[in-house]
C-alpha cells in the first residue's frame, strides 16, 4: 500500500533511538516482550472467576429478587465492559510495540530490507478493535460531523495559540488535543496544525511525523494533501530527497489539479527530481 510506503519512507527519514544502535538493543527487546507477557498473564488472572454468583433464599419477595437480579446485571455489564477495554488497549499497545520491535530488529540485521517487512500481525491473532466510540454532543448546527464535549473549545485555544506565535505552546497543546480525542472530526486538522507548529520551531523529523499521522488519520479528508505535501517537503529538509521526491509525487496522484498538487511539483523541481 502507498500509505504503508510512506511510513516506511518517514521511518528511514526519521534518527533511530540510541537503543538500536547499541549492544543493548537485545535486551531491550527481550524486557519489552517480557512486559507483554506478563501483561496478558494479568489479564488472564481476572478472567478467572473468585466466588459464586449472588443467590437469594426462596422466600425474598419477587420485587426483592428482581431488584437483586438487576443490580447484579448491571454488575456484570460495567465490569465486562472494563475488561473489554483493558484487553483492547493491551492488545493496541502490544501491537504496536512488536511493530516497533520488527523495526529495531530488522534495522540491527544487514540482511533485513525495512522496505519488504510485512504488516506487524495483531498480538493474539484478529484484527485491531475498533476505536472506542466518543461520546459526542449535540451536533452542530450545520449537519457537520459531531463533536465530543470540549473537543472545539480545546482546539480552537491550541489554534489560537499558533495564530499568536506561540508556536512551543501550540506544539503541547495540539500533542494533548490528539491524545484526548486520537478519533474525532478534528483529529487530522490538529496533526497537521501540530506540524506546522514544529516545522516553526525547526523540529522537522518530530514534525514529519506529524505530518504523516495527519494524512493517516483521514486519507481523503480535506487536510489530506496539505499533510501529504508538508510531509514530502520536510523529507526533503531531512535529506531523504529520493522519499521526498516519491511522497510529492503522491500528491499531485492523488489530488490532482489541488493547490497541493501544483506546490509539491513545485518542490519537486527544486528537489531536482526525476
Same mark, same amino acid.
Given at each position: ?65 428482581? *431488584? ?27 501491537? *504496536? ?93 490538529? /496533526?497537521? /496544525? /501540530? ?46 530527497? *529520493? ?32
Amino acid at each position: 500500500m502507498r500509505v504503508t510506503a510512506l511510513a516506511t519512507a518517514l521511518a528511514l527519514a526519521l534518527p533511530l533511538p540510541a537503543a538500536a544502535q547499541d549492544s543493548a538493543t537485545l535486551a531491550d527487546i527481550r524486557q519489552e516482550l517480557s512486559v507483554l507477557y506478563v501483561e496478558l498473564q494479568t489479564l488472564k488472572r481476572e478472567l478467572s472467576t473468585t466466588g459464586g454468583a449472588q443467590t437469594l433464599a426462596p422466600s425474598t419477595s419477587l420485587i426483592d429478587r428482581v *431488584n437483586v437480579i438487576e443490580s447484579e446485571l448491571q454488575r456484570l455489564t460495567a465490569k465486562s465492559e472494563e475488561l473489554e477495554f483493558r484487553i483492547d488497549s493491551v492488545v493496541k499497545d502490544g501491537t *504496536n510495540r512488536l511493530g516497533d520491535i520488527q523495526f529495531r530488529v530488522c534495522e540491527i540485521d544487514p540482511a533485513c530490507d525495512i522496505a519488504k517487512l510485512p504488516e506487524t500481525p495483531v498480538l493474539g491473532g484478529g484484527t485491531l478493535p475498533a476505536a472506542p466510540a466518543v461520546q459526542p454532543a449535540a451536533p452542530p448546527p450545520d449537519g457537520g460531523p459531531e463533536l465530543a464535549v470540549g473537543e472545539k473549545a480545546d482546539f480552537d485555544r491550541a489554534k489560537a495559540e499558533f495564530d499568536q506565535g506561540s508556536f512551543r505552546a501550540a506544539a503541547d497543546q495540539f500533542a494533548a488535543f490528539v491524545q484526548t480525542y486520537p478519533a474525532g472530526p478534528l483529529t487530522a486538522p490538529a /496533526h497537521l /496544525h /501540530h506540524g506546522n507548529a514544529l516545522t516553526e520551531l525547526g523540529e522537522i523529523a518530530p514534525a514529519a511525523r506529524a505530518y504523516l499521522e495527519a494524512f493517516s488519520a483521514d486519507p481523503a479528508g480535506a487536510e489530506a494533501p496539505m499533510a501529504l505535501l508538508r510531509l514530502g517537503q520536510s523529507l526533503g529538509r531531512l535529506g531523504q530527497t *529520493n522519499e521526498a521526491c516519491i511522497t510529492l509525487g503522491e500528491v499531485g496522484t492523488r489530488f490532482p489539479g489541488s493547490a497541493a498538487a501544483t506546490e509539491a511539483e513545485a518542490s519537486r523541481v527544486s528537489l531536482g527530481c526525476l
